[in-house]
């Protein structure tokens, strides 16, 4: 069955640290790629996106995410988290341009000021 | 970007009540919404998909008869919970997109927490 997988559903760092969440999923064919975010309190919000072209995607607030086909993977980094990264992220993957997304369980990454 | 809301952001209700969620694009046209719902430690769950228009599509385990969903117009889905039961106490999100949104870019709600007593 298609599904996409989160890695650590806890991630606790301090300021400055690197970040990278893990997003791996199981389908063969062609995807597009999500990444949300939900701050506390507030609703979901897209981070960035992957459609086609080059696999190193850069979306707001610094974040970035690399698509390695071979590795069916699509993960989230950051070189330097801040404080107000501490937010909920969500790996969602539409398969096919079936134009419904396949979540992932979501990542809660608390940093620590 | 696009804004999407939904009325109520939060809701009690007694068990066995109807309770109707609204999703509403506020600045573009949504050919189709989708409603969510997310239950506690996992990921959100597609509920339907709705089409401007037309009947709802459910995915597998959803009763239709229980989550009512409207598509009336391009600007509003509305999401109906009938006879509400403690067990359907969750946080619903409604995304939308397709028109001018752009394919492939779903825009989402704030999110309505119900809580059934």
């Known amino acids: 069955a298609q599904s996409v997988s989160q890695h650590n559903h806890h991630v606790i760092l301090s300021e400055a640290a690197s970040l990278e969440l893990g997003c791996n999923y199981s389908y063969g064919g062609t995807v597009n790629l999500f990444w949300y975010v939900q701050y506390p309190g507030q609703h979901l919000q897209l981070l960035l996106k992957y459609f086609s072209g080059d696999p190193l995607v850069k979306g707001i607030k610094g974040f970035e995410a690399e698509f390695i086909k071979s590795k069916f993977s699509f993960n989230l980094r950051k070189p330097s988290v801040q404080w107000s990264d501490t937010a909920e992220y969500f790996c969602a993957v539409e398969m096919d341009s079936n134009y419904q997304l396949i979540w992932g369980a979501g990542t809660k990454l608390i940093i620590k000021p | 970007g696009a804004v999407v809301s939904q009325h109520p952001s939060r809701v009690i209700c007694k068990s066995g009540t109807s309770v109707k969620i609204e999703c509403r694009s506020l600045d573009f046209q949504a050919t189709t919404m989708f409603w969510y719902r997310q239950f506690p430690k996992q990921s959100l769950m597609l509920m339907a998909t709705s089409n401007e228009g037309s009947k709802a599509t459910y995915e597998q385990g959803v009763e239709k008869d229980k989550f009512l969903i409207n598509h009336a117009s391009l600007t509003l889905s509305t999401l109906t919970v009938t006879s509400a039961h403690p067990e359907d106490s969750s946080f619903y999100i409604c995304?939308?997109?397709?028109?001018?949104?752009?394919?492939?870019?779903?825009?989402f709600g704030p999110g309505t927490r119900l809580t059934v007593l």
């Open positions: 995304s939308a997109g397709g028109g001018l949104a752009g394919v492939n870019e779903q825009f």
